[in-house]
């Protein structure tokens, strides 16, 4: 087993350049644990896992001017496997197998450090300012989102693109390692398609197309939105007439509706659903 290993990690290293290798804790129980860690934590010539069933310890090796073991650990908590460093979330982890759904000693651990936290004023203070990064940058994210919702407003695709060039800009400078466990979380859900759809409404002056895209923009901007919240209340507002009578939402920073699917030719159209408060 131990000479397996060796030749693992050894092939392992050979494909991934500036290769760092480090053994870290990850909760688990069996087989299907380990096809589910690896999953998620491997990435070709980035990132290689190895984890053993029995020891419960994941030997990693990555790209050390590409990622870092707490992206990797971000992901496996996101496919619902606890480390020292990271927890999965809740709902994920109750989604595992019955037989994968392990003893959860970090969690506990956790508990009783953020308890220490809590009472030392000093550590309170760090985790604040720590914080505070984190808020400038999504909101960021979030004014531009509200700009590209103007621009559809006013049924203008020239500005709703030029809004949406921003908007990429300011995913793309947002910096991962600010955010907390449950804004990552949520994060690396949405980061994706986020991209995309402000690439994709960037790319045309179509308003047609524009306001197609973003129903699916707005959905996973009020995922993240939902967790990372905003300065100021923003209201999800729904259409039930867009989307071929589907229906579609979209959020905004006034009660009063102002339809992005429309505009004008039905300006008022639609009803505030939900309020989310900072």
């Not at 220490?116 to 004014?143: C, G, I, R, S």
């Not at 959905?219 to 229906?247: R, S, T």
Request: with cysteine; glycine share 4%; aromatic share 6%.
């Amino acid at each position: 087993m131990a000479m397996t290993l060796l030749l693992s990690v050894t092939i392992a290293n050979a494909q991934i350049k500036n290769a760092t290798t480090e053994n870290i804790k990850i909760y688990g129980n069996c087989g299907m644990c380990k096809k589910n860690i690896e999953t998620a934590a491997n990435v070709k010539k980035v990132a290689k896992v190895d984890w053993n069933a029995d020891t419960k310890m994941a030997t990693i090796t990555y790209d050390a001017k590409k990622t870092n073991s707490d992206e990797i650990l971000k992901r496996v908590a996101l496919s619902g496997y606890d480390s020292d460093k990271f927890l999965a979330p809740d709902a994920v982890y109750d989604q595992l197998h019955g037989c994968c759904q392990y003893d959860r000693e970090a969690k506990t651990a956790e508990t009783g450090m953020a308890t220490t936290k809590t009472e030392n004023h000093a550590n309170h203070a760090m985790e604040t300012n720590k914080v505070q990064p984190e808020a400038n940058q999504l909101n960021a994210v979030f004014d531009t989102y509200f700009l590209v919702k103007d621009a559809l407003v006013k049924t203008d695709g020239a500005t709703a693109s030029a809004k949406a060039k921003e908007l990429l800009l300011a995913l793309n400078a947002v910096q991962m390692d600010q955010l907390t466990m449950d804004v990552h979380m949520v994060w690396m859900k949405v980061m994706k398609d986020l991209n995309t759809e402000a690439k994709a409404i960037s790319e045309t002056q179509d308003v047609k197309k524009q306001r197609t895209l973003f129903m699916s923009l707005s959905k996973n901007m009020h995922d993240l939105i939902k967790v990372a919240k905003y300065e100021v209340p923003v209201y999800y507002q729904f259409c039930p007439m867009a989307n071929g009578g589907k229906g579609a939402n979209w959020l905004s920073k006034e009660d009063s509706v102002k339809n992005p699917y429309y505009g004008s030719q039905m300006l008022s159209c639609g009803k505030t659903v939900e309020t989310i408060k900072k």
